[in-house]
């Protein structure tokens, strides 16, 4: 019986992550069309959802030329271009601005509010596209394998001068 669950689990969560990818990524291209609904964010979890269960979905929507750089900037540098930022920010203040209007109960605004100040304090907190993320170049401790190396390996003193040298190259 459980070996026979083993084999039913990975494309049963194959199927589950390709589900999720195409729902993402059908809700990112809505927030192409529809102001009040963010692009960015669904297309990085139907990139992230793709990688999971679809490989050449993934490269597909990676080179795309509608989201790819989105995918490119996230990935390199964990970036969000300004405009992005202004307009996630702004539509948080417009949808809690609509909830003060139609006198949404004090609970909800409340819970509404601390919601939208964490999200809006996580995206103004990432750095700005083709700049690269303060997280990236703090130094690798002791314990951090080389770049190319298994996780089950840790370079040796050598390799790390190596990786130095080949850094300062650039």
């Keep these: 019986m459980t070996r026979a669950i083993r084999r039913i689990a990975p494309p049963v969560q194959r199927a589950a992550w390709l589900t999720l990818g195409i729902l993402a990524l059908g809700l990112g291209g809505l927030g192409v069309a529809l102001p009040v609904l963010p692009t960015t964010p669904f297309v990085l979890l139907a990139a992230f959802a793709f990688g999971k269960s679809a490989p050449g979905l993934q490269q597909r929507l990676e080179r795309s030329a509608l989201f790819g750089s989105a995918i490119a900037d996230w990935r390199v540098n964990g970036a969000i271009a300004p405009r992005f930022k202004l307009l996630a920010v702004a539509m948080m203040a417009g949808v809690f601005a609509l909830s003060l209007v139609l006198a949404v109960p004090l609970v909800v605004l409340a819970v509404q509010f601390v919601c939208m100040a964490a999200a809006a304090a996580f995206i103004l907190s990432r750095p ?3 700049r690269p993320s303060p997280w990236r170049d703090r130094p690798c401790l002791e ?3 080389a770049p190319g190396a298994s996780a089950g390996h840790l370079p040796s003193p050598s ?3 190596e990786f130095r040298n080949a850094a300062k190259r650039f």
């Design 159 to 161: 390799d790390q001068g």
């Design 128 to 130: 700005e596209t083709g």
């Design 143 to 145: 314990a951090c394998p």
